[in-house]
């Protein structure tokens, strides 16, 4: 079974729609022992990091997700700003991250004179160019493009884990696939038929 993470943060309705148009099992759940039966999680976020992990702090489910993420390796799918908070840290809050992955969150930042150009935050349809072999993008079109809404976004410590970048006035990390753990930038659940299939490989990935 697949539990979408309900902390407070996140398009969780949403999600849990593409799963059931999969004909995939799915919940939500802040509960910890229906987490605990998860065989996959999905981590959604939506928002600031601060407040997003301000209640992730305050379910008390931050031990539980470590045991099954880190230690018993449970399949994991970030998304937007799940994505953000597995990282070390953020520019936007002071308080740090879960640090399963090895980056850091960065605001965009580009000169005045081409803020017509790149606007913050970035919102819209976009490219990742896929730079490393994964289950994660199977049958999905080198030319495909997501629906990404955000303002800051992770620079990673290690290329290699770093599936797919995206352009938006300079390069950044927009897919990661680190052991056990998924993630991307932009939102799957609002991208078509490519988003849809990043979402139904992560419910037929066979866990080790």
């Known amino acids: 079974m697949i539990v979408i993470i309900d902390y407070g943060v996140g398009n969780l309705r949403s999600i849990l729609s593409k799963f059931e148009r999969l004909k995939i099992e799915a919940i939500i759940s802040s509960d910890a022992d229906e987490i605990r039966r998860a065989d996959k999680l999905v981590f959604p976020g939506i928002g600031h990091f601060e407040a997003g992990m301000a209640n992730l702090d305050g379910s008390g489910l931050v031990p539980v997700l470590e045991d099954m993420v880190m230690q018993r390796k449970t399949p ?36 005045p004179c081409s803020d017509k150009l790149f606007r913050v935050p970035h919102m819209g349809w976009n490219q990742a160019k896929f730079t490393h072999p994964s289950p994660m993008i199977t049958d999905i079109a080198p030319e495909a493009r997501f629906y990404f809404a955000h303002s800051y976004y992770v620079v990673a410590d290690d290329a290699e884990y770093a599936v797919g970048m995206t352009w938006y006035g300079h390069d950044f990390v927009s897919i990661i696939h680190q052991d056990n753990i998924w993630a991307t930038q932009f939102h799957p659940e609002k991208s078509h038929q490519a988003g849809l299939r990043i979402i139904q490989n992560f419910a037929l990935q066979i866990q080790h």
């Open 76 to 111: 994991l799918l970030g998304i937007c700003l799940g994505m953000q908070l597995l990282t070390r840290g953020s520019e936007e809050s002071s308080r740090p991250g879960l640090g399963w992955v090895a980056g850091e969150v960065k605001r965009f930042d580009f000169p």
